[in-house]
């Protein structure tokens, strides 16, 4: 025997084992330990065993032992997670198994959710949602949310083949006696997981996701301290050889379980797409960048060993191998040693070899078709010299592109506006936003007072759009002639630009009222840019439009701007809530097209974004849709409207389909309007909303960590025209007791939107455009 109980549970009739396999996470571990030992699921037995640390973690491990007695303590040799997991099954007496690593956490009802869910539905596989955190945020994982992992319900890796983007052990709950008999490989220690998820998936006699977070995994910020998964990348050759292995017994057990050969192709092809895409590749790119000849040479060794061994008809069911073997190296050659180069074209011989005509013409006309005939000239070749030339002209066409890009830019900015400044000022004014795509925000109310007020004016447009050169030069000729430049965000066009005195600079900023800080207030926060962009990105404004006297002073700051040019018109934009034939409108045609709507109040929730461009993608709902659905659909309908960063949709539980509609490409505007409660967080949309006098909730459940990222002007519990709520629960309640303060919302209503009357506009244009 390798391994040493140490200490042993007393804990009988244990629902469910949790086996830990743990190394060197003395700084997570105890955090970990108190997230299973609170879980609301008893009795539950916790097999921790140590894979050979060498700091405090076994320490830490007797002291939490002789406190509880459902604790087994197991000692090992350094052997890796799936050794150490195969000796707490070995051990496992609940009825069923769960897998949490050392430094993750469980929500406090994970175990209690799957177990219930198993019972239920008869289940020996239950998994559900996961999410990722570290320090300051926390995101769903991209994969699992793309591929509709996260969809709940009964399923079958046959039927569902997405399971395959779920192969970690951790996320799950299994019957212990399917997994007995199973385990992980003794000789591979990076994608060991998936031979195990995949015979467990293939045996079982049903699988069931539920609609909750069950798992958060930790993403380590410490250089020194990065998980497993974090590092292996690091070594491409090991590796490599790793997911082959892994690859071998994989295979094995889609021939011997799956006896219907077309449900075995699909299922194999599904799967080895995903771990080209996720294992595979990143794999070969670590070997490519890093650029050391000796670790290429083995990886593209193993690989062409890989491919050669290959049935054709599963090489073409697998879309992303013809794209890896050939055009993503093409793009990166000028990173391959000579003896990966002729490795690699040995490669490119395998693939033109076993490509049949459906997979050649989709490579051919892909968006990489010019790689694809190099590629294909070099196999006629029998040489790498196609691929080298493409090489040597790409780099010095990216340089020249590079070359040409800054003159381009510099002739504009400088030759051109200043060419045009010398010229008499023109009636023109300039609608400029890379934020709009198009008449949108304030700009509609504007453009109409214009066209009535001031005719004698040409509009132009610079919005949204990719500027070729002749398209810079017209953006910086307006510049130079315009009379007023009207803005409704950053503006990287006018950055450091110092127009002529005659030309005004008009910020209406998209944003409403004075709520999170921004500009300059907000630098030194963690989502704040640098005082110096700051000073490049705000220099040229003239005059600025708010709301209200009462924020001034704060876009003064924000802005540096003198507070006698900060002018409380209001915002255009918000005329339309003062419109009664508009609201009529909005209400008649939401209706007409959700009928769900009808003879419901609609509450709405429309949060602000978490996080940087790349992460704010994805909004992690923190909200419980279906026992919302359970209390309030009687009476109410729950509308989302996320924010315009949010790319991903929210996947809606079947239990709150008739409860929920996601809205969240509608106008934000009409979705106000047909609103009766409004649950917001952190958002300047509140401040528009205020102009219809209704009630608000402000759902605040990550205030401490938002409060890193971003600062408010006021207290916040003190500010806001509203009850906070922190939880599902606390929202239910407030909309069942439905004793809002309204007189709060009229006065933070004619404390912030003083001038937004359905006149802003026209005051606008009255005030500003001479």
Known sequence: MNFEVVIQSTVENAKV????????????????????????????????????????????????????SNITFVKQKNAGPGQARNRGIELATGEFISFVDSDDLLPKNALEKMYTAAIRENAEVVTGASLSFNSTR????????????????EKSLVRNPELLYSL???????????????????????????????????????????????????SREEDDNLS????????????????????????????SLIKNEVERIELMSAYYHRIIIADMWPA?????????????????????????????????????????????????????????????????????????????????????????????????????????????????????????????????????????????????????????KGLDDSYPFVYEQIKQLRPSYKVVDDFFKKRDFKGLCRTYYQFGRAKYVILNDYHRQLYKMKLRKETEVIQMWHACGAFKKF?????????SNTTEFENRA??????VVVSSKEVVPFYAEAFKVDPKNVLPLGLPRTDVFYDKEVREFVTDKFLGSYPLLKNKKVITYAPTFRGNPKERKAFNLQLDLSKMAQELSKDYVLVLKLHPAVKKNVIIPDKARNFVIDLSDQDINEVLMMTDILISDYSSLVFEYATLERPLIFYAYDYENYMKERAFFYDYEDFVPGPIAKTTGEIIELVQKNEFDLEKVKEFNRRFNEYQDGQSSKRFVETLIK
């Open 17 to 68: 084992s949790i086996i830990t396999p743990v190394y060197n996470v003395e700084a997570y571990l105890e955090e970990t330990l108190e997230s299973l030992l609170t879980q609301t699921l008893t009795p539950i037995e916790l097999i921790l065993v140590d894979d050979g640390s060498t700091d405090r973690s076994a320490d830490i491990i007797i002291e939490y032992a002789k406190k509880y």
């Open 138 to 153: 926390t995101w769903y994982i991209a994969s699992h949310y793309d591929n509709g992992v996260y969809t709940p319900g």
């Open 168 to 218: 970690g052990p951790c996320n799950k709950m299994f019957k212990t006696d399917l997994v007995k008999s199973i385990s992980f490989p003794a000789d591979v220690h990076v994608t060991e997981d998936h031979p195990f998820i995949i015979e467990a998936y293939l045996r079982a006699n049903k699988i069931y996701t539920v609609d909750k977070v069950i798992y958060k995994y930790r």
């Open 228 to 255: 497993l998964s974090q590092i292996v990348r690091v070594n491409s050759p090991r590796v490599m050889k790793n997911i082959l292995t892994s690859l071998s017994y994989s295979d094995a057990l889609w021939k």
């Open 284 to 436: 070969l790119m670590s070997g490519i960048r890093n650029k050391d000849s000796a670790a290429q040479k083995e990886t593209f060794e193993l690989m062409l060993d890989w491919i050669k061994s290959l049935d054709r008809s599963l090489f073409n069911k697998v879309p992303s191998l013809p794209r890896i073997l050939t055009f993503e190296v093409a793009m990166r050659y000028e990173m391959l040693s000579n003896e990966a180069k002729q490795l690699h074209l040995q490669w490119l011989k395998v693939w033109e070899k076993l490509s049949d005509p459906g997979t050649m013409h989709s490579l051919k006309n892909s968006n990489k078709s010019k790689e694809v005939f190099l590629c294909l000239k070099a196999v006629q070749k029998n040489s790498i010299s196609p691929l080298e030339n493409y090489t040597r002209k790409f780099r010095l066409r990216r340089k020249i592109q590079r070359v040409t890009s800054r003159f381009q830019s510099s002739f504009a900015r400088h030759i051109v506006f200043r060419l045009a400044s010398m010229l008499p000022v023109k009636n023109t004014i300039v609608f400029a936003s890379n934020k709009s």
């Open 519 to 527: 500009g300059h207030s907000a630098v030194g926060y963690a989502d």
């Open 538 to 543: 705000h220099q040229s404004y003239t005059k």
